[in-house]
């Protein structure tokens, strides 16, 4: 089907947000250019192809995966078989990737056939031509149930080869702290090499070599994180780790936080004396410390309910610290409103209209006539609007 062709109408019909998305990916094109154009020609790999344009690995793998995904199957040799690129799963659905599959596949089916119970998992991977090391992780990993199988037969036709498998009791008392915090906690597998000094790779083998039903366990706890509603903080996330702010984050705001907390700053002050980006930090405080804002607006509400701060905000702490001194002065020394307002630096109505609202006594014992009595008097005069 013949897609329609692009028209000045289109082009006028763009909003301000998707002319600037636009130009953003034109930006980020430009960027990698020289990156796309090694992993297009090449068979160099990612990392160096990143090293060698001074990128990173990791950004770099993310914006071959969502812009140029053609090119990853087109080198992993998976076809796309008239289906859209991104559409086309690099892994299947138990984690093997598409490419290893194929790789691996006659042979795993060679392991579990009686014409090949002679030979040894290495014969068999010398025979079709791969890795004997790879072959036998890839089916520790995900035919472990045929390496058993065939370990059985073997014995029992009186051809085994007497070598101990299974996970080594060194092995074992290395990483048995880690898997008891893996297991009772929802912490990462990075975060529990770190807490256990064990190295993140060779832990996380281990327990895709001997502990996969708990790595299913945590896989399905992870999936129904993913399905829950709205988050809270410190619940699990889909891709295992807390919905929480980064530790770079938090101390790179840490000072701000501290003064939005403790002080009655501004918030344009704040980012004045902190130097941290306003609306970053504005982010910042209404995802991860909505109570310190809600409390700063004066709005007596829980936490996670569904409001318009702005519109539902009350006596904010900065204002009433604006307004402190001079309605100070006013209880000690009732005068009319106008000559605090100017002694001190504000506007007569505005500091009037802020008097009635949230100091009405005192208002009252000043003979300031309260909000209603003034809206009645501008439906009466017709000049409410």
Sequence with gaps: MQEPRLSIEDLTQLSARE????????????????????????????????????????????????????????????????????????????????????????????????????????????????????????????????????EEYRIRLGISDNIRRGVR?????????????????????????EQCKVSEGGFLQHLRFYHQP????????????????????????????????????????????????????????IVRRTGVPAEGFRFYLHKWHRALVLERSGIVAAEDAELNIARSRQRMKTVAAKYAEAIESLRQHPRPVSYVAREFGHHPEVFRSYLRKHEPELAASLGLRPVAWKQKERIASGTKK
């Design 169 to 193: 009791p060194d092995c074992r008392e290395q990483y048995a702290a880690a898997v008891e915090l893996y297991r009772t906690t929802d912490m990462s597998v990075k975060a529990v090499a």
């Design 214 to 269: 708990l790595l299913k366990e945590k896989k399905e706890t992870r999936r129904q994180a993913k399905l829950a509603g709205k988050k809270k903080r410190g619940a699990l996330l889909g891709n295992g780790r807390k919905y929480e702010p980064l530790p770079a984050t938090v101390q790179k705001y840490a000072e701000a936080l501290a003064m939005f907390r403790d002080t009655a700053l501004t918030m344009k002050e």
């Design 19 to 150: 002319r600037s998305r636009i130009r953003q990916r034109y930006a980020l094109h430009r960027r990698y250019e020289t990156a796309v154009a090694l992993y297009a020609d090449t068979n160099t790999s990612i990392r160096s192809i990143a090293a060698e344009c001074g990128e990173s690995e990791h950004a770099l793998r993310a914006y071959l995966r969502r812009y140029w995904r053609e090119l990853m199957l087109r080198r992993y040799g998976i076809e796309t078989e008239g289906k859209d690129a991104q559409e086309v799963p690099f892994y299947t659905a138990d984690g093997q990737s598409c490419l290893a599959h194929r790789k691996y596949k006659e042979a795993v089916q060679a392991c579990d056939s009686i014409r090949y119970i002679d030979l040894n998992v290495s014969q068999v991977a010398r025979k079709f031509g791969v890795n004997a090391t790879a072959l036998a992780n890839f089916m520790r990993v995900h035919y472990s149930e045929v390496l058993k199988r065939r």
